[in-house]
């Protein structure tokens, strides 16, 4: 399989799933930390506190896998505009061997 398959069949669909999976856990992550904060009569500050570093890690695990993404889909564009360059010279080259035949 040559990497340009490998990225548009393995990578990219495993990321894209991976933030889809992210999204369900965040919601999970968000109705964990509203339940908890009502629910905690006491020290609503500790709960607070706990929500910020929930959140703070959620948004840098997704801030993470969207790089990653991106990351991944600019090496899929890299390989198709060198792809697109080989092609570009094959026609090139054609249009030269059939402007040299051409009395």
Partial sequence: MSELQQLQ???IPAARQ????????LHQVADYCESNYVQVRADKQKALEETMAFSTQSLASVAYQV????????????????????????????AQHTDAEVP
């Fill in 9 to 11: 069949q393995c990578d």
């Fill in 67 to 94: 790089s990653s993404l991106a990351t991944t889909l600019l090496q899929l564009l890299d390989l198709q505009v060198a792809e697109l360059r080989k092609v570009e010279a094959n026609i090139s080259c054609v």
């Fill in 18 to 25: 991976v933030l889809r999976d992210n999204h369900c856990n």
